[in-house]
């Protein structure tokens, strides 16, 4: 059957309007058509990949089958235009706004401040208006669910959990089930479980508010839920009535022609299958979340796409005799339900294979991806990690395949893969439906997996195990046990079940089947994936939980008769309980402003965002909303893929043929400098030698970004590969020294204190050493740059995403060979930066301007989430080196560390954040004698840069682990040894500064005393003494966080303020937003200065022609020396207000400002303000690093799977000194948003580098930060009450850094529990375990009979597939 010559017209709706599209493209994603051709920019690009959720929207359609509409939530990123025929979408645009009314899921987000930078928050109000319109009084377990494919890495996901809670029925205030047990309200007496009321905290009888302080309480109202609307579901749209009426019509084959791709979308099965017979090679397309990976990133191409959503057999369910029998077309959300009812309806013994399934669903992507994932998709992409093919072979689902030919039956067996991504399905075959059998009686059945994360990630290993007994005995008469990521394809252990069949279920049976598993479940030490040792023990530990699962349910069934099976020990009983998630709890505690304030002061209040009501509508406007140019152009980067090579040759002729091509931009096209860099040793674009892999070598500018993409691509680069260095290569030669092999040591930093030279004789002493892997910032917004020439004196106007103007406008005019007047940057805000956009921005905002500068157009270039990935840099892996001095009774006495951290390519700003690490290798320890050497090595990797914490988390890090094997070694509780060793008030640090207003103690004893320390600390020893394969352990762990630029010229900001003549105010800083609130609490500022509402004041955007030479929106000072700068210019302002004043002292704001206008009088003031006497010396240790120091205090507790390694974080308390609030909602934000950023760096997120530097983790699908569901269950934040500080704007502090290093009490909290595991293994020696605490070091460290089963290879007998670096 030939399709149409020309292409069809495809008819849908966008928020409510109807859109008829003639010439479509079939390689055009519904995001870019909304952003591009519909002009809707709320809908986010975050990565394109379908991991980050930011492109969410409805679709709703009719579906003809089920004679219903339906509403599910989609990612754009991945959905075809072509996909959309009679279907609706609407977009966060199209349910609310700011000038008319926002909808409850956009008011709430906003007013709870769960928006942030606010990239992420249009895709999390979409998913929660799709729940809302599906079910308007939601649990709050669905809340949760719905938000599994929606990632943020602003605010710590809890302010957007506690919003939303407001739309949950069954909850109360401190998110426990209403009066039942685990409400705060019922257990408040009981000191156990709470310790502190929380939420009862605005009531004076709260133990937080002092009795003899009646002038200020604390409270924990960060928002009113009583100003929020209430959901009417009656408001909400109808879906479009033309399309009710097509749906039900019969549909016409569709074909729609791209110009490399066509779209063929036929109506029955027939045509069908003529089709695929027609187009053997052509892919048939049901949710393109496969496919559209494919093209997008493997440079796949598909010229023939074949769409089967209208073919009723295919999506058909049918419940048989043998089972329930799916259409292959059927999405995994209507398989989750259909089972589900099957379930709840069926008895329990005929459903065990659909509760493997539905548990495996239960993890598998987000609901985003579920809601459009075909289940023929997933089995026949035919991955080896596939979450279903092993539950599907190990029931031995049957496989219904057409083609001309006819129809034949398959079993999922052993023979169904054949190898890498391939099955027996022929070509011109079409898998039709998959029926999933009944479970029988006698017959029992699991599914395990294991991810980085639980929530939508891929898997490690995962497994479906299926065991039938003969009848009434515990003889096995069959059994199947098949695997995922274990080898090419899914795989069955053919060999050990032909060993377990006919025998009993018993202790000799597990033994026989691990030691048979370990054997045939074998993998080379080089396997991809890596993890080798961590795989192979999960297979055994897998069979071990399906065993006692069995065995339990053996022993149920068997009624007592306990000579068929044995009973399962109690305390392993644990161990076959899947993962379950506690409702959430919380409590955020502030001091409320003292009685008295005036209500239109809003310094100290929790006052909302000022961008978050804009955010949540999708009106905010970030760097790639900027509407296009006329004649805009569009840029892709040409990099370098080997990490360490001469160029011999650029060719770019094949790229000229893509259609759009404009020119190649390379080194020759610098006006100027190509020489660029923090310290000059970066070139805009390499000229001879490439020294990274993403190293920038040109780039392809073409009229739009799919063409420049494709020429890009079509770039050949010959190389001549030399020797890359990549990973930190030190070894000890005698203690505490280090040398270098083969890495040049770059630069090294000595920081000494006078000690005691016989020091090391009197006390005893322990070396050790720990390594931290690096982090990706994950910002959710790329880096983004749109150059406009302006066509006359070299000007250039800058629109970027960057922490940085004046680094970004020099390096640009540099690089154009103008001077910096003649570039402008401007920023209106970023969608985060994390400190990965204070230098590493201008690498692309240099090579768009010379683009720009070459063809004379506009150039825009939004990174794509890969590229972002591949070429920016992240915070530096540290390895720590520690020899420690120490007295029995656990006090600490000397000190000599050495640290090595990963610079990669160039210095950009390694030596500052080794300076930073060398100044808190205390944390908040007196330690009289220190010796300390930093060095920064260079590697071939993108050069690492400034990320949150700048170094201190490193160097505090490695502290707190020679502080945790210090309190093993004197046996001593560690948090007896820690507070034993905290500094006091008057105390002087290593590098001799004085500490004063020394807090933390104040925050250690409140935190240690509100979360019920000790008697969780016995609760937990008791809970560890009855379960062998789960353990729990707590850590408390105190931070002190050196504010100031160490480089201390750059502790200065600017600020301009002008008034206009009907008052209103327009107020420019030197500080960027990117999410941290800055602005907000600028106008708090400036508005407490000026004595007039924040409402009349307004900040419009950060740029060089406003504020010059302003320092980076960096090292946490921001409010700090931009609030001073604001202060001192209203200041100015009001000096020149007050003659005016004087002579009508009851005059309005707005009388003062006509009456000095009319008298002129300058109604504009610059304000400018530098911290004073700072400046330190390493050579003589002398001078002050530090204006002051944040302090803060954090305990956590967490249970983790010793079988799998799986954790999970049951409770943080934290409590923090952030001086007198400015906005205690903002510093809240702050606090769990950065707790949150350090949870996925000491615990999950891992950046994987093979031996020759190349970065496989390039996005969400492998590198995995924190989701929603990683919280701690129970998160409570206290402000401390009554800390003023002197030396910062309004008796504040600085918070946007400090409190990401509290996330170690989880780390440490980990290892206590991994502790206990090894104590029931004979183990009790501090061990090693190195930072991030991943599923597989934490399994790996909880040694046991399993892991000794799985020994690992010899090293250097292998190249493993990666390396640490
Ligand atoms: C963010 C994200 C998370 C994911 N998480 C998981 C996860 O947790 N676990 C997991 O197992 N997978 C996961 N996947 C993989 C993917 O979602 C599944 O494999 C999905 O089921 C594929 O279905 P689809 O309809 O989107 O496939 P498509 O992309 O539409 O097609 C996939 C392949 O199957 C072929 N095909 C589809 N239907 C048929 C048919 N009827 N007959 C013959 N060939 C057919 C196509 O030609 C194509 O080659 C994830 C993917 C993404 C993008
Ligand atoms: S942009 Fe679509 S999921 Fe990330
Ligand atoms: S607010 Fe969620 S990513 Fe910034």
Redesign the pocket.
Known sequence: MAPNETGDELVFFVNGKKVVEKDVDPETTLLTYLRRKLGLCGTKLGCG???CGACTVMISKYDPFRRKILHHTA?AC?FPVCALHHVAVTTVEGIGNTKSRLHPAQERIAKSHGSQCGFCTPGIVMSMYTLLRNKPEPKMEDIEDAFQ?NLCRCTGYRPILEGYRTFAKDLNCCGRVANGTGCCRSERENSMNGGCCRGKANGPDCCMNGKDDNVTMMSSSLFNSSEFQPLDPTQEPIFPPELMTQGNKQQKQLCFKGERVMWIQPTTLKELVAL?SQYPN?????????????MRLKNML?PVI?A?AWISE?NAVQHTEMGVTFG??C??SLVEEVLRKAVAELPPYKTEVFQAVLE?LR????P???N????????????P?????PVLMASGSKLT?VSNEGKRTVTMDEKFFTGYRKTI?KPE????SVEIPYSRKGEYFSAF?Q?SRRE????IV?CGMRVLFQDGTSRVEEIKLSY?GMAPTTVLALKTCQELTGRDWNEKLLQDACRLLAGEMDLSASAPGGMVDFRRTLTLSFFFKFYLTVLQKLSKNHNGNNNLCEPVPSNYISATELFHKDPIANAQLFQEVPKGQAVEDMVGRPLMHVSAAKQACGEAVYCDDIPHYEKELYLTLVTSTKAHAKILSVDASEAQSVPGFVCFVSAKDVPGSNITGIANDETVFAEDVVTCVGHIIGAVVADTQEHSRRAAKAVKIKYEELKPIVTIQVRWLRSASAVSLGCFLHDVRHLVTPGTPHLWDISFHFLGEMYLAGQEHFYLETHCTLAVPKGEDGEMELFVSTQNLMKTQEFAANALGVPSNRVVVRVKRMGGGFGGKETRSTILTTAVAVAAFKTGRPVRCMLDRDEDMLISGGRHPFLGRYKVGFMKNGRVKSLQVSYYSNGGNSVDLSYGVMDRALLHLDNSYNIPNVSAVGTVCKTNLASNTAFRGFGGPQGMMIAECWMSDLARKCGLPPEEVRKLNLYNEGDLTHFNQKLEGFTLRRCWDECLSSCSYHARKKLIEEFNKQNRWKKRGMCIIPTKFGISFTVPFLNQAGALVHVYTDGSVLLTHGGTEMGQGLHTKMIQVASRSLGIPTSKIHISETSTNTVPNTSPTAASVSADINGMAVHNACQTILKRLEPIKQSNPKGSWEDWIKAAYENCVSLSATGFYRIPDLGYDFEKNEGKPFCYFSYGVACSEVEIDCLTGDHKNMRTDIVMDVGTSLNPAIDIGQIEGAFVQGLGLFTMEELRYSPEGNLYTRG??MYKIPAFGDIPTEFYVSLLRDCPNSKAVYSSKAVGEPPLFLSASVFYAIKDAIYSARKDSGLTEPFRLDSPATPERIRNACVDIFTKMCPSAEPGTFKPWSVRV
């Open positions: 990949e379908g991991g990612n991945l494919g695929k052509a892919k048939l397309v049901v949710g393109n979340t496969e496919v559209g990976i494919e598909y074949i089967p295919m292959a077309a999405t995994l495996q993890w598998f992507a987000g985003q991806i579920r459009v994932a075909a289940l023929g998709g997933n089995i026949m992409t035919a991955s990690i596939s979450d279903l093919n395949l399905v075959e079409i898998l039709l997996k991810a939508d990630d891929i898997a995962t995922g969400p699908g």
